[in-house]
C-alpha cells in the first residue's frame, strides 16, 4: 500500500480472510506509526552585528526543504526570545537600543509543524548603544555669496543633521541630514547674508547635542 504524501501520525491494521464472499474472523489491531520526512539540521550557524541590525545566516541542512526556520536567542543560557522566519537561510534583525551583552542563537528548520534537529549555537555580541558627542571646531563664513560651515567629525556619527534660520535654533532656511561630511556649503547667497547655523551628529543610536554658529 502506498501512503499518500503528507499523512503522519499514529494508526492501527487489521486484517480479516475472506473465502469467497464470506468474511472470516479479524485479526486483533496492529499499530504503526507513519513518522513525516525531517528537515536537516542547519550547520555553520553565524551571527553578526553592523550598527543596530543583527545578521543570522546558516547552511541549511539534508533532508526535505524546510518551509519555515525557528531561532531562539539565549544570554547566559537563559531563553530570552524567538523569531520564526521563512525558508530561506538568512535574517536580518533590527536590535532596539538598550540592549547589550553576549547572546547565543540557535537554528531549527521545520517543516509544516514539524521541527528538525537544531543546530548548534553560535555566539554573538551587542555593544551598548551609545549616541555620537556633539561635534567641535564648528566654523561659518560667508565669501563672495558663498557660505561654507565646517566641523571637526564626531566619533560615531554616521550622518549630520544640519539647520539654518535667521534666529538661534530656526530651521526655515535650511533643515535636512546632510551625511557622513564634515562641511556644508551654499553658493548664490546675496550680499549682507546672515543666519545662525545648527549642526547635529546622529547615528543609529541617536543625536547629540546642538552646536550652533553664527554666519555672515
Given at each position: 500500500m502506498t501512503i499518500p504524501p503528507g499523512v503522519s501520525g499514529t494508526f492501527s491494521a487489521t486484517v480479516t480472510p475472506y473465502l469467497g464472499a464470506i468474511s472470516g474472523p479479524a485479526s486483533a489491531p496492529v499499530a504503526f506509526t507513519i513518522v513525516p520526512p525531517l528537515p536537516g539540521r542547519p550547520t555553520d550557524v553565524q551571527a553578526s552585528m553592523s550598527g543596530a541590525t543583527l545578521t543570522v545566516s546558516?547552511?541549511?541542512?539534508?533532508?526535505?526543504?524546510?518551509?519555515?526556520?525557528?531561532?531562539?536567542?539565549?544570554?547566559?543560557?537563559?531563553?530570552?526570545?524567538?523569531?520564526?522566519?521563512?525558508?530561506?537561510?538568512?535574517?536580518?534583525?533590527?536590535?532596539?537600543?538598550?540592549?547589550?551583552?553576549?547572546?547565543?542563537?540557535?537554528?531549527?528548520?521545520?517543516?509544516?509543524?514539524?521541527?528538525?534537529?537544531?543546530?548548534?549555537?553560535?555566539?554573538?555580541?551587542?555593544?551598548?548603544?551609545?549616541?555620537?558627542?556633539?561635534?567641535?571646531?564648528?566654523?561659518?563664513?560667508?565669501?563672495?555669496?558663498?557660505?561654507?560651515?565646517?566641523?571637526?567629525?564626531?566619533?560615531?556619527?554616521?550622518?549630520y543633521a544640519v539647520q539654518a534660520g535667521a534666529s538661534q535654533g530656526g530651521t526655515e532656511l535650511f533643515d535636512d541630514t546632510v551625511g557622513d561630511v564634515a562641511s556644508v556649503s551654499a553658493s548664490g547667497l546675496p550680499s549682507g547674508f546672515m543666519a545662525w547655523v545648527r549642526v547635529i551628529a546622529v547615528n543609529a543610536c541617536g543625536s547629540s547635542a546642538p552646536q550652533d554658529v553664527f554666519v555672515q
Open positions: 546558516w547552511v541549511i541542512g539534508s533532508g526535505v526543504a524546510p518551509s519555515c526556520h525557528v531561532l531562539r536567542f539565549y544570554q547566559d543560557s537563559v531563553f530570552v526570545t524567538s523569531l520564526t522566519t521563512g525558508g530561506a537561510p538568512l535574517v536580518r534583525v533590527p536590535i532596539p537600543g538598550g540592549i547589550a551583552g553576549t547572546f547565543t542563537v540557535t537554528v531549527t528548520a521545520v517543516v509544516g509543524t514539524t521541527p528538525g534537529p537544531t543546530s548548534a549555537p553560535a555566539s554573538f555580541t551587542i555593544a551598548e548603544c551609545v549616541a555620537p558627542v556633539p561635534v567641535t571646531g564648528l566654523t561659518g563664513a560667508v565669501v563672495a555669496g558663498t557660505g561654507t560651515v565646517s566641523w571637526n567629525p564626531s566619533p560615531g556619527a554616521t550622518s
